[in-house]
Each structure stands twice: as C-alpha cells, then as structure tokens.
C-alpha cells in the first residue's frame, strides 16, 4: 500500500517522505512531508464508501462551511498540482491530502474528566455549525448507514445461531427509534477522531469527515458514549456524566431523558450485529488480523449494551439531572 501512497503523493509533490499515521480500520492514512511541511494523504476506502467522489464533494462543503465559521477548527483540503482536491490513481481508488495539525495529539481513550467534557462539547459543536450548511442536502455516504433496522433485517437473513437470535430479539425494539432525521451530524464519534493540544485537555480540530450526513443527533451521542464510556466492555457512569456534560452544555437540540439513555444502546446494539455480520459473511468491512475477530469484538458490544441495561436507573437519574442544569 505504501508503493501506491507513494505514487499517489506524486499528484501533490515531486518529492516528500511518508510514513503510516494514526490506527484507523477504515482508510488508510499517511503522514507526508516535504521540505516545507507535513500533510497527511488519505486513500478513501472504495469498499465502505461505494461513491468516494460524492463523499469528497460533501466533504468539502463540510470544510468551506465550518472553516468559514471557525478557521481551523476542521484541517484544510490542499489541491493537487492539477488544482484538484482529489487525485484518482489508476486502480481507481481516490486520495485526498489534508494539512497536517501541528502541535496536537490524537488519544485512543481519554483519562481525565475535562478531555472527556471537551470531547462531547466538541462533537455538539461540530453539529451546531452544521445546522445551517447550504445546499442540497446529503446523500449518505453509505447507504443505511447508522440505520439499526437495516441491519437487523439483514442479519435475520443469515440465519446466525439461536442464542444470538434471541438476544438480538430480546433488544429489537431499540429499531423502532431515532428513525427520523434531525440535522447534520458528524457520524463516527471517536475520541480518536479528535485532534487534542499536546498536553492539554482541550480540542483543536475534528477530523474524519466522510461519514457526516444528514442524520439523527442522537446517533453521535450514543456512539460518543459507547465509545468513551464503554471501556474494557463495562459502562462507566461517571464517563456518562462527564459526556452529557459536555453534549447538554453545547448542543441546540431538546433531548429527553429516554434519548440521552437509549441512544447509547442502539448504537452499541447496531455496532455488534454488524460485527457480526461481518463475522458470518467472511470480514468484508471491519479489518481483522485473524478470523474470528470481528466474532470477539462483537462479543465485547453485546457485554457493553449488557452492563449499559444494568446502569439504566443510574443513567437516567444523571440524565435527568445533567438535563435540568442546563
Ligand atoms: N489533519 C490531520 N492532522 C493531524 N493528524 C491527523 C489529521 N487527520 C488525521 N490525523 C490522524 O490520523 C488518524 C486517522 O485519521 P482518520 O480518522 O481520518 O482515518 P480513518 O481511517 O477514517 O480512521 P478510523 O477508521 O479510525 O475512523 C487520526 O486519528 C489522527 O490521529
Ligand atoms: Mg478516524
């Protein structure tokens, strides 16, 4: 791959040094230098996004609105040497190089209770600056995604062992929620999708844009919290806390208590049948260093949504409280 990053940079430059950077499953992500500065060159995943051109056309009307608002609080998109934000190289997958942020740091889990705060104040602000993007609204990026209902009906169709059947069963009434659509929203909310100041509990950019669409608000906080709060597979209530924090101080919209609790287990729900999934169709979209990994990692979601049932009264008392602060 790295043969291919490397003629892919000659669209930008005739001469730079590149290495892997980051841990993502889903592209593949170089750091680039050349004698001025570092970038960072992105294959976008032909096989999870099926219209790369589309994802990089929305993406960029993602990073004009919000720079426009807040300079620097998305990475900038540099054209090519064709003057071009996307190169296409001649196996057909598309690239796109970003500026490299200097003077950050990316944490695959956070410690302290102010990163966390800032974390989920940040994912409500990038939706915030959403509200009012102009233009057509988007097509998803991939289709269904997000969409716990979806999934189920194509598990169903696998005919995956009965024990999974009926835990899945147990917990189908999760589908019936959060079908409507209520703004932009940043789709993936990782804490490694955010770019923090080296040493510093505060957020200077998000990155990751491909998968923003025009979605459910709920479908970024309850990924945030499954994510953040739902470390070594048992759900943290004071993580909990300190995200809703953050979210309910910052975003526009009106949860209700039930939101703020149960979007957390759809997303945690949806995560491990699709794991599954892919575990019984032979691993075609979450990568794996062996098989049966993606079967492991479902496991892991299927305890989380366990431990999440059990915090429920907990969940809502906080709920409840973090909403009438605010
Ligand atoms: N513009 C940037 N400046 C500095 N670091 C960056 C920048 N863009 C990405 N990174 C780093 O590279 C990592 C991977 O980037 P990104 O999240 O865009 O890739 P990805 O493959 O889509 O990730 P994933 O599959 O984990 O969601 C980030 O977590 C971050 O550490
Ligand atoms: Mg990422």
Redesign the pocket.
Known sequence: MSQAARRASLAWFSHCEIRP???????D?FQVQNQKRSY?L?RINGSVFPNPRLVMSQTSRVVDHITAKVSGWV?ALVPNLAGELLHEDAKGEVWRL????EG?E?HQSLRSAAALQSAAQSFARFQNLLIDLPGPRFEDPIPDFLQLERYLEYFAQLQPEESWVRFVAERGALSELFRERTGYIHG?C?V??L?YYVGSDNVAAV??L?TVMYGHWAWDFGDLVRSAAGEAGTFSLYRYEMLLEGFLGETNVVPTVDELVLSPRYVTLMLGIRLLTDHLQGDRYFKVDAAGDNLLRAEAQFRLLESMERAEVGMQALARKTLSAN
């Open positions: 950077l980051g841990a993502g499953f889903i592209n992500t960072v992105q990475p970003w500026d490299y942020v950050t990316t993936d990782k490694n999708n770019l990155v990751d491909d």
